[in-house]
């Protein structure tokens, strides 16, 4: 039964956001909201904001899911932490899009919001997990061992977590396919982890993300057709704080995490001022910083030698192997 409910929600969320992605391409060049490929010869204008039909898919995923619980198994047991959370990722993606939707007349990229404005927006979005009350304020801590935190939980630490979750994710960006390459490896592998241990909840969350990502990669890998955007990065920021707080998965979280850590680092050494996307030369991606490394798309860019396609997919094989973690850690 839970295969069989599991097929369901990947198919629904996989195709329905395949079917939206022409029609969304089509609306964002109509509406303007393209800016340029750096990363290609030429820089063609590419339409950006990838997050909303991944935002469709996923939606419809979860209604799937709660249509089999509400008409099927009569089972509405549970419900509560599904709608916190479709409300959490409707709110954020909406933050992300008004993010993409600022664009200079250059269209060399999405100007956005600014700094200050990003973390305070993006903390309207943890309002439903809160209001819920939602995960477990029991916490375990090295050398101190659990601590119940009390209201500290859904009304300090909650927030917080939504906010770095999102604002992480879009620090490794710039790429075709990599923002959604890399979610597809983390919220698989959440996914099947959370499964084994019958967390059902964020099993089913990554499962429906999953689908939606896998329909937007046909679209948005190398060369692509639409661009992620801050819509799609705030999106599985959020994802990841649902499943973290509402799957009670902050350990496994974290670790799936740490390139986006690595990424804060190195992106810090340049006071946040570096780029992490390149330059096309010779067929190959240049970066724009020379020799130095401030971000991990930098290892690859400094030498010249590798195509975009070669740079997301070793990403995503890094990706793969510190998420394999989360099942020995």
């Known amino acids: 039964m839970m295969i069989t409910n599991g097929l369901i929600i990947f198919l629904a969320s996989f195709l329905s956001t395949f079917g939206i992605m022409p029609y969304a391409i089509r609306?964002?060049?109509?509406?303007?909201?393209?800016?340029?490929?750096?990363?290609?010869?030429?820089?063609?204008?590419?339409?950006?904001?990838?997050?909303?039909?991944?935002?469709?898919?996923?939606?419809?995923?979860?209604?799937?899911?709660?249509?089999?619980?509400?008409?099927?198994?009569?089972d509405t047991f549970l419900l509560l932490p599904f709608f916190a959370s479709m409300t959490t990722i409707l709110l954020i993606t909406f933050v992300g899009f008004v993010d993409d939707s600022i664009i200079p007349k250059s269209k060399e990229s999405s100007a956005g919001l600014k700094q200050w404005q990003k973390p305070l927006l993006t903390l309207v979005a943890a309002i439903p997990l809160m209001a819920i009350n939602a995960g477990n304020s029991i916490m375990s801590f090295p050398f101190i061992g659990q601590v119940n935190l009390g209201l500290a939980y859904p009304l300090i630490l909650v927030p917080v977590i939504v906010v770095v979750a999102a604002n992480m994710v879009n620090l490794l960006a710039g790429m075709n396919g990599l923002e959604s390459g890399l979610g597809l490896v983390y919220t698989g592998m959440l996914g099947l982890f959370a499964a084994y241990h019958q967390n059902y909840f964020a099993a089913v969350l990554c499962l429906a993300t999953f689908?939606?990502?896998?329909?937007?990669?046909?679209?948005?890998?190398?060369?692509?057709?639409?661009?992620?955007?801050?819509?799609?990065t705030y999106l599985l920021g959020a994802v990841l704080a649902?499943?973290?707080?509402?799957?009670?998965?902050?350990?496994?979280?974290i670790i799936v995490s740490i390139p986006f850590a690595i990424e804060f680092f190195l992106k810090m050494r340049s006071r946040f001022k570096a780029r992490s996307f390149g330059y096309f030369?010779?067929?190959?991606?240049?970066?724009?910083?020379?020799?130095?490394?401030?971000?991990?798309?930098?290892?690859?860019?400094?030498?010249?030698?590798?195509?975009e396609k070669q740079i997301v997919i070793s990403l995503m094989i890094l990706e793969f192997l510190i998420s394999c973690l989360i099942w020995v850690v």
Do not use: W
């Open 211 to 232: 689908g939606a990502l896998l329909a937007f990669f046909r679209f948005n890998f190398v060369p692509a057709k639409i661009l992620p955007g801050d819509s799609l």
């Open 242 to 253: 649902c499943v973290a707080v509402l799957g009670n998965m902050e350990k496994a979280v």
């Open 27 to 74: 609306y964002l060049r109509r509406s303007g909201l393209m800016v340029r490929d750096q990363n290609k010869k030429g820089r063609p204008l590419i339409p950006l904001s990838g997050g909303l039909p991944v935002m469709g898919g996923i939606f419809l995923g979860l209604m799937a899911y709660i249509f089999i619980r509400t008409f099927f198994s009569h």
């Open 281 to 307: 030369k010779n067929g190959k991606i240049a970066s724009f910083h020379g020799k130095k490394v401030y971000s991990l798309v930098h290892l690859f860019t400094r030498t010249e030698r590798f195509t």
